[in-house]
């Protein structure tokens, strides 16, 4: 059927079958398995590979290829996919004269222009219903920050007590059922006259809030085979009727340029972690079939690069299609093979998510980034590379007045007791080290911290220059949506480039920025609190 057929034998076809293949078996000559194109309830009984004729079927999902399609979904791209049809020949067939990729005649062709689509506008929660997802969302937050067990699982999904709290991940002990009516829904009768229900089951609880309100509620559980029997194996329930359904879950600022498509919301959240600082954002798609939401669209038409990384199967594949389509700005980015199928397993693989969605950036798109100062100016690494840390500034030496060391055999003369050993501070044009709030600041910080001496020198730019940080509040109250901004005054700027772009690296440099995050001074000069939209 294709150019395995041509290129190789069927017992070597049968082998590579085999070894692509989940739980393999030998019946009448042909490779039964686990299909690669779908989730199958009873695995194993409806996918089938023959080598004689080099075909595969399924009789559950109704797909039909050769090896190579095989191939393909099993590394996460489309069956006919090109560049999987040349992988296979280089890994399997390298010295195989080379033939273009067989088309099957019955497979419909693909028409000419993305066909006609429109964004849902998803519509919002009653009053009642936000009210009352928020203060269960809230006292899931709480409960979640004093649960170990769910902390630890937390990081063993890459997700930190901190990310968790700034994105009011929260944890539900055991299933709950209010009515719908105390949640502002239309009363609904059940057959034996009592009133339905909605379903909050035991889990992981993952928000989305607009204008200070949760408006979206999807819930992953620990125990899916338990619960209603309609819904059992269901491992991520959104909380509903009521909820913004179709929305997507939107980690970052709308005027970033670029994005990374993610189908779990708690994967969503994991990679924001890492990308955030880097003003990369991050949605939350809940199926790689769910498309943008009338808001959620908006921001992306406006993108410089839209990276899918998508779940590495056939859905997700055959989705890249759609948004090539609509959103030119796309490119498929899915975790490394090797390291699983999404962001979730592959950092539990160790897959450094910062450098990976790093590699992913164009240089074009990078230098644009750089230009906005959207990113900081560093080069991008390889995918599995290590951060190199910055290196410590040397501690500050310690003097004293006379103060030598003895020999053994002489006894050492005691200081005067109002003799006290002054650090000797750096030089930094800008700080007056006679201030004692300057003094206390620098002696808050460990002398190891390698951000501390690049921050002063920050700090010496704003004291002398029209320049500053500005740490953004948003209305509403929600930490997720917080930010950071750097601001110049235009007119000094035009004459003063270099000046500002040092000033610019300084305060996007990675060390800075673990500062301004890790600490919560509003007292401090270069901390302003904005109320709005900047």
Known sequence: MGAAQ????????ADIARGLLTNPEERGGEVWAHCPFHQENTPGGAFSYDPAGDVAHCCSCGETTDL???FNAVHGRDAGDADGFRDFKARYAPDAQSVAPRRDPAAPRKPQGPPPWTPKIVEMPNETWRAKA???????AERLQSSPDVLAQLAAWGITADTAKKCRIGWNQQDKYPPRSAWGLPKELKPDGTERKIWLPEGLVLPFFV????VKIKIRRPHPELGPESLRDKKYWEVNPGGAQGLYFVYGRPEWTVW???????DAAMVWQHTHPLHVGVMGTGSATAWPDATAAAILSRAALILLALDSDQAGAKARGWWEDHFPASRRWPAPPSAGKDPGEAIGCGLDIRAWVLAGIPSHVRREMERRRD?????????HAEPTPAPAPPAPALTAPDQSVPSPATPATPAPAATAVAPAFPDIPGID?????MVELWEGWPESYPGRARYFEYLGFVARYPVGGVRMRRPGGDPARDGLAFRADPSWERGNRQTSRRARELFWADDVQKAWLARDWPDAPVVVEVAGDA
């Open 6 to 13: 041509e290129w190789l034998g069927a017992a070597e076809r």
């Open 68 to 70: 190579i399609g095989v």
């Open 260 to 266: 990374v498509i993610i189908e779990t919301e708690r």
């Open 433 to 437: 080290w006679s201030d004692p709030e």
């Open 375 to 383: 990113l900081p100016s560093v080069p991008a690494p390889a995918v």
């Open 134 to 140: 928020t203060a269960f969302v809230t006292h899931a």
């Open 211 to 214: 204008g200070g309100e949760v």
